[in-house]
């Protein structure tokens, strides 16, 4: 059913799941609504059985929860979904701030998954009629639905910080590797400076044999710019390619924060002047080198001009 079919007398109705409730209470207070209950069964074999605890009959309900690992997060959000759907209600909207197994876009090798299409399936089926998420690891990804994908941008957060930083026009923006030099081209644009590359290669899964930087960065301030900081080998390779290259400062900006094995060790001995990151995935532990900003407020936002039936897009132009 389309939003736009929806009675005068419809309702938002938040829900937050496990990983992302800290999240989803933030964006209950900018929207000034509470989070609705929902209890979380576990039998003792480890299967989930989340229960609502109110009525959601013909009311739009937004789920907040991130797909990171375990994949339990990915599961409680169907099982929501779909008892969500099996209560009647009239539109669901998954809300998934970091939308995982993204890096599995696309047939790279003989018989692997293409995982993110394959969620998007499970997704629709649990009973998602719109999905919300945060800068997706491959935009393409928007295609593999058959329902609404509502893609926001994290520029939004991180424009203004960068605003606040630099105060002498002497930054300049970086790709750690080719693959994301769009998304630091934009930022370079918006601020009218230069940007540069960091080629890398590898010889293995998370882990960078080599690095080159393509461009002049002598006596420069540089933000290096990416979506996902997973291990921080590479932005941790980047930042002494760039200092060796004669930059002033390296920092760096991130979407989401999975930050998975030795990588808050990294972070913590390397050259980075700062890692500075969203709340789309909570930390696992506090880090001197690490600030984080709030999404809360844009995706309170987004939810209510969903809900209004309103431009989303006006959001980032």
């Given amino acids: 059913m389309h939003p736009k079919q ?30 609705i209950n929902v209890q979380i069964q576990q039998f003792s074999d ?94 393409q990804i928007q295609g593999f639905f058959d329902i609404p ?63 080159t930087v393509i461009g002049d960065v002598d006596g420069r301030d540089v933000v290096l710019v990416d979506d996902i900081v997973d291990t921080a080998g590479t932005l941790c390779n980047a930042a002494e390619a760039l200092l060796n290259k004669g930059a002033k400062s390296v920092r760096a900006i991130c979407t989401h924060p999975v930050l998975s094995g030795a990588a808050y060790e990294r972070i913590e001995k390397s050259l980075l002047t700062e890692l500075v990151v969203c709340n789309t995935l909570p930390l696992k532990q506090a880090s001197k080198k690490i600030r984080v900003l709030s999404v809360a407020p844009l995706f309170a936002t987004a939810i209510k001009r969903t809900f209004e039936h309103r431009s989303i897009s006006s959001l980032f132009h």
């Fill in 149 to 211: 994908v509502d893609h926001l941008d994290s520029s939004a957060v991180f424009i203004p910080y960068i605003r606040e930083m630099d105060d002498t026009n002497n930054i300049l923006f970086a790709s750690p590797d080719v693959g994301g030099t769009k998304r630091a081209r934009s930022f370079a644009k918006y601020f009218k400076t230069d940007m540069v590359i960091c080629d890398k290669y590898r010889e293995k899964a998370n882990e960078v044999a080599g690095m």
């Fill in 6 to 35: 929806a009675t005068m007398s419809a309702q938002i109705m938040l829900f937050g799941g496990r990983t992302s409730k800290k999240l989803a209470e933030e964006i209950a207070q900018h929207y000034d609504l509470p989070l």
């Fill in 46 to 139: 480890g299967e989930i059985q989340p229960v609502i605890q109110d009525s959601v009959r013909g009311e739009y309900v937004f789920f907040i929860q991130s797909t990171n690992t375990p994949s339990d997060n990915l599961m409680e959000l169907m099982l929501l979904m779909d008892a969500a759907r099996r209560a009647s209600a009239q539109y669901i909207t998954a809300v998934i701030p970091y939308f995982g197994y993204a890096r599995q876009d696309r047939k790279d090798k003989p018989r692997v998954p293409i995982a993110a299409k394959l969620i998007a399936n499970l997704l629709t089926v649990a009973g998602a009629n719109r999905v919300m998420t945060m800068d997706l690891h491959a935009p």
